[in-house]
Nanobody
Framework: VQLQASGGGLVQPGGSLRLSCAAS????????IGWFRQAPGKEREGVSCISSNDGSGYIADSVKGRFTISRDNAKNTVYLQMNSLKPEDTAVYYC?????????????????????WGKGTQVTVSS
């Protein structure tokens, strides 16, 4: 079982990136997939989560209106589209899977139940 996040890079403020979370060894259809990020010296933060049953997406308040999450089950991949990027979005971004639902409350995506974590991909927003 493996998750691999990719698509990070260096982008100017206001730019866009699309991150991919590809699975191998299991089918993503049956799992909720979350995106999390961690900046140097800061705690890990939940960014987004997409459920397995109806594909409902949850976006943290900190990125709402700029980030969207989607899944392509045929490609066994979940995407995080990031627009209008800001320097404060700079972090290592990770994807993780959960056999249960997404946990989202008060505008926060929780990492509860996330069992498998992929290696992260660096996103740097800088001019």
């Amino acid at each position: 079982v493996q998750l691999q996040a990719s698509g990070g890079g260096l982008v100017q403020p206001g730019g866009s990136l699309r991150l991919s979370c590809a699975a191998s060894g299991f089918t993503l259809d049956y799992y909720a997939i979350g995106w999390f990020r961690q900046a140097p010296g800061k705690e890990r933060e939940g960014v987004s989560c997409i459920s397995s049953n109806d594909g409902s997406g949850y976006i943290a308040d900190s990125v709402k209106g700029r980030f969207t999450i989607s899944r392509d089950n045929a490609k066994n991949t979940v995407y995080l589209q990031m627009n209008s990027l800001k320097p404060e979005d700079t972090a290592v971004y990770y994807c993780a899977s959960a056999g249960g639902p997404c946990y989202y409350s008060d505008g926060v995506v929780q990492d509860y139940g996330m069992d498998y974590w992929g290696k992260g991909t660096q996103v740097t927003v800088s001019s």
